[in-house]
């Protein structure tokens, strides 16, 4: 469903030139869940951002359901953000005006569909939070504000799902259960990659992918063995 | 859920903001508004000003003088024509000024009909004793429309036939004092009331009706001159003086034109002058306007990352910060409004000293429209810079 091939990512130039990402390629199946690791720094954001059409890579291919991501331009990215990427973020990223309900909405306001409170309500029960629905997000925690992402995430129906270090802001329980909502949504079938530094995420992933400066130095795969690629 | 509905429910939690953003367009507003309003009270004072010139058209019997000559040898002047104008050609002069006014008012409806001043008089001489007078016969309703800076000195103005009023000058030439009864001609006539000093030749006459003085002097239907007072910006009065040339017989009509052009000029000066302090002040708002809305983008930069992570496109943000500019241009239009008519009533009476100064409905559409364009001229630019916020850039900026 998704590759990456070759892709690299440079900022800057001369002495202040820094390479983010390196010859990086991975390959993601329709029901992945794939993890990636590595220290701060190593480029786990960065390789995020490009796969989900926020940044371009300097070197390489994207490519999306046979669409290439890395040269698409901006009316394709605003198709591919409202069908087939959905995005999770560590700071939650609500709308702070609007309701839990409202947010989980706003994917659907942008599509210009106006029907689907009932299914933006469904999804928040799916995430356990349909006492929540009328709540701003300043009046709920960090788990129940990343529930409402999620939510918001699941209400366009995307092929992938894109989580940039959903639990980085919560104590131990939380973000627990966060990756238990995440483990199930792998389950149901969403096809998931998400940056983490959380090694109980890893366990459950079905391939697993190691970052450091810029370069995969370590994959595993579902069956769970392991091979250093340098 | 609609993006105005969102656009709404963030204009309520960011009120702070949003209301800095509508005091700019309101002081804005506010200004125009209040010049507007001066003007429009200034306007009627001047008007008011203006009537109490008098006069703007004089119609006068067409008469001729030729000079007679023989040789080298001068044999005077010979006066061709009548010296007075029949009192029926009177009512076709008001007919035809009328006519000419409301024509250029745009008045078709005879229920709101401007009717001018249209004033006649007989002027004719006597003596009282061995004091050589004018007597002027008028209509006395017309006359003190067009005299309006007539005052009553002492007693009250002439009501019945044989009464009258008589100047300043002659009175105390005459020894008249109200209630005095003299004879003019013949006819007895009792002296209502004295005028206050004018300065001008209606201090040396004695006004009466006019019908009693063709009486009198034996003019029956007969006027020496008519006194039109047509006054409004738009009035024709040199178009009124040809057509009355044109139309009426044995008159000669003259347009007092000094007070026609300078009745005009004075106009446009004052809007000419109103309009270019309305778009200086317009200008600053504008700025003012702009800085906020900046600053909204940039409080904002996450809000549209999220917004364009979750599929917004470009021109929904546009729409976004237009929809905003629309609230803030709403809001701005009424309190520009109402503020700017306050400001109208507490300063106006200063600068046009002692106007009445009364609100006008129809600037506060003026206002409304005024403010929604500056608050939407000003958010352009932010706005356009709005929709080229990178989505990876706003989440790394915290």
């Known amino acids: ?88 973020f560590q700071q939650y990223h609500l709308l702070p005006s609007l309701t839990a309900l409202e947010n989980v909405l706003l994917p659907l306001l942008f599509r210009g569909v106006e029907s689907g409170t009932n299914k933006a309500l469904d999804l928040l029960t799916r995430v356990g939070l349909e006492k929540r629905a009328e709540h701003k997000p300043g009046q709920l925690s960090g788990g129940e ?26 104590d131990q329980k939380t973000g627990m259960e966060i990756l238990d909502l995440f483990r199930q949504l792998h389950r149901e079938g969403h096809s998931i990659i998400m940056v983490t530094h959380n090694p109980e995420t890893a366990k459950h992933a079905g391939q697993l992918i190691v970052l450091e400066d810029g370069r995969i130095v370590s994959r595993i795969d579902q069956r769970g063995d392991k091979r250093n690629e340098d | 859920m609609r993006l105005h509905h969102l656009v709404a429910k963030d204009v309520m939690r ?94 078709e409806d005879e229920r709101y009909r401007y009717s001018s001043s249209v004033a006649p008089k007989l002027y004719a001489n006597t003596r009282v004793g061995d004091v050589s007078i004018v007597v002027v016969g008028i209509d006395p309703e017309e006359e003190m429309r067009i005299k309006t800076w007539w005052r009553i000195q002492e007693g009250r103005y002439l009501e019945e036939s044989d009464q009258g009023v008589a100047g300043a000058w002659v009175a105390e030439l005459l020894e008249l004092s109200a209630g005095d009864r003299i004879v003019l001609n013949g006819v007895d006539i009792t002296i209502t009331g004295i005028l206050r000093e004018t300065g001008s030749n209606d201090d040396y006459q004695i006004f009466i009706p006019i019908g009693t003085a063709q009486r009198a002097f034996d003019k029956e239907g007969l006027v020496s001159v008519v006194d039109v007072r047509a006054l ?77 992570a979750v599929g917004a496109s470009r021109s929904q943000i546009l729409r976004v910060f237009i929809y905003e500019a629309i609230i803030v241009g709403v809001l701005g239009g009424i309190f520009g409004y109402v503020a700017g008519t306050l400001l109208a009533y507490g300063i106006g009476p200063i600068i046009f000293g002692g106007t009445a100064i009364t609100h006008v409905p129809r600037y506060f559409g003026l206002s409304l429209i005024l403010a929604i364009a500056v608050a939407v001229a000003a958010t352009l630019y932010p706005a356009f810079r709005a929709t080229r916020v990178k ?8």
């Open chain 1, 1 to 88: 469903m998704l590759e990456v091939k070759g892709v690299s990512k440079v900022y800057g130039e001369g002495t202040a030139r820094v390479v983010a990402l390196d010859d990086v390629s991975l390959s993601v199946g329709r029901g992945d869940f794939v993890a990636v690791m590595g220290p701060s720094g190593s480029g786990k954001s960065t390789l995020l951002n490009i796969i989900g059409g926020l940044d371009y890579p300097s070197a390489g291919e994207v490519v999306l359901d046979g669409q290439r991501i890395d040269e698409a331009d901006e009316n394709a990215l605003v198709d591919i953000r409202r069908g087939s990427i959905a995005y999770v």
């Open chain 1, 145 to 170: 504000q990343q529930r409402v992402a999620i939510a918001r995430a699941l209400v366009g129906n995307p092929s992938l799902i894109l989580a940039d270090e959903p639990t980085g802001n919560m």
């Open chain 2, 14 to 107: 960011r009120r702070r903001r949003v209301s800095y953003a509508v005091l700019g367009v309101v002081i804005g507003t506010m200004t125009v508004i209040s010049i507007l309003t001066i003007g429009h009270a200034g306007e009627s004072k001047i008007y008011a000003q203006l009537e109490d010139y008098g006069a703007n058209l004089i119609v006068i019997p067409a008469i001729s003088q030729i000079d007679l000559a023989l040789g080298g040898l001068d044999l005077g002047a010979l006066t061709v024509g009548d010296n007075y104008i029949p009192a029926a050609k009177v009512s076709q002069v008001r007919q035809i000024t009328d006519d000419m006014v409301n024509e250029a008012l745009g008045i």
């Open chain 2, 232 to 308: 409004c910006t738009a009035c024709p009065v040199e178009d009124i003086a040809d057509e009355i040339n044109m139309m009426v017989a044995g008159v000669r009509a003259v347009a007092v034109k000094q007070i026609a052009m300078t009745e005009m000029g004075m106009m446009e000066r004052v809007n000419r002058f109103m309009l270019a302090l309305a778009g200086i002040t317009l200008a600053i708002g504008l700025f003012g306007v702009v800085n906020t809305m900046i600053t909204s983008v940039h409080e904002r930069v996450r809000d549209i990352g999220v917004m364009r």
């Open chain 2, 391 to 398: 989505v990876a850039d706003s989440f790394r900026s915290l």
